[in-house]
């Protein structure tokens, strides 16, 4: 049996799953975990992985998210992020900082990378790392 690695359509499915089951913790490790996937698969894998627009979430700031991780995982790997990635309403009008913690927002302004920033998403330093 041929291990399939998940898709962000896949990913954004279980994402608007957790997040009507309100489980915004769940719904962020999910997103982030493809990072990790992604860096894992081949080079024909990414493709595949991302090219196909996910459905919304249901969530604006989870819908951006979705948009801005894998903006950044194609970023690492130096491919062309799918169009999908581009569009309005997977960018923010009002800033998220993601941790929730005001004494945080220093350091998620300063070290967040550009596919999140530019959509007004602000991560830690380490959000984005996996052991």
């Given at each position: 049996?041929?291990?399939?690695?998940?898709?962000?359509?896949?990913?954004?499915?279980?994402?608007?799953?957790?997040l009507e089951?309100?489980?915004?913790?769940?719904a962020?490790?999910?997103v982030?975990?493809?990072?990790?996937s992604?860096?894992?698969?081949?080079?024909e894998?990414?493709?595949?992985?991302?090219?196909?627009?996910?459905?919304?979430?249901?969530?604006?700031?989870?819908?951006?998210?979705?948009?801005?991780?894998?903006?950044?995982?194609?970023?690492?790997?130096?491919?062309?992020?799918?169009?999908?990635?581009?569009s309005?309403?997977?960018?923010?009008?009002?800033?998220?900082?993601?941790?929730?913690?005001?004494?945080?927002?220093?350091n998620?302004?300063?070290?967040?990378?550009?596919?999140?920033?530019?959509?007004?998403?602000?991560?830690?330093?380490?959000?984005?790392?996996?052991?």
């Amino acid at each position: 049996m041929t291990y399939r690695r998940p898709s962000i359509v896949a990913v954004a499915r279980e994402v608007a799953a957790s997040l009507e089951r309100q489980d915004e913790v769940e719904a962020r490790r999910l997103v982030f975990h493809f990072v990790e996937s992604f860096d894992r698969a081949t080079p024909e894998e990414r493709h595949d992985m991302v090219a196909e627009e996910p459905p919304t979430t249901g969530v604006a700031r989870f819908d951006a998210l979705v948009a801005a991780t894998v903006e950044f995982a194609c970023a690492r790997h130096s491919n062309l992020p799918p169009k999908w990635v581009d569009s309005a309403e997977r960018f923010l009008s009002r800033w998220w900082f993601v941790s929730g913690m005001p004494s945080l927002h220093a350091n998620a302004i300063a070290h967040s990378p550009i596919s999140f920033a530019r959509r007004g998403i602000f991560l830690t330093e380490d959000a984005l790392t996996y052991a």
